[in-house]
């Protein structure tokens, strides 16, 4: 079992920086992939991006590519998730997700429902 607690969040002006955390517990010698998800009202669930065990390799969505940037840290089992030139748009719940398989393809992390263990989530808000 692995627990994940968000946080960082909060309001910010478009155009802002946030930087959120994603903070493990529990098997955290087993290695795993983080996810970062986010979720607007009304709106599915959507895919922001997932960095590798390494931290070698991170994959984003096209709507944060160039602007987000996904890290993590192995040795404080923590993963982060900079935002940079946040819009209106990026305003939502975000989510940090963990699983244990680390040779699927990276398509395969693209979907909420490969992960096996989800974060409470964090509200990030972006004012005009």
């Known amino acids: 079992q692995v627990q994940l607690v968000e946080s960082g969040g909060g309001l910010v002006q478009a155009g802002g920086s946030l930087r959120l955390s994603c903070a493990a517990s529990g098997r955290t010698s087993s290695p795993y992939v983080m996810g970062w998800f986010r979720q607007s009202p009304g709106k599915e669930r959507e895919f922001v991006g997932h960095i590798t065990w390494s931290g070698a390799e991170a994959y984003y969505a096209d709507s944060v590519k160039g602007r987000f940037t996904i890290s993590r840290d192995n040795a404080k089992n923590t993963g982060y998730l900079q935002m940079n030139s946040l819009k209106r748009e990026d305003t939502a719940v975000y989510y940090c997700?963990?699983?244990?398989?680390?040779?699927?393809?990276?398509?395969?992390?693209?979907?909420?429902?490969?992960?096996?263990?989800w974060g409470q989530g964090t509200q990030v808000t972006v004012s005009s």
């Open positions: 997700a963990a699983t244990p398989s680390i040779y699927w393809t990276a398509n395969s992390y693209r979907k909420g429902s490969n992960y096996d263990y």
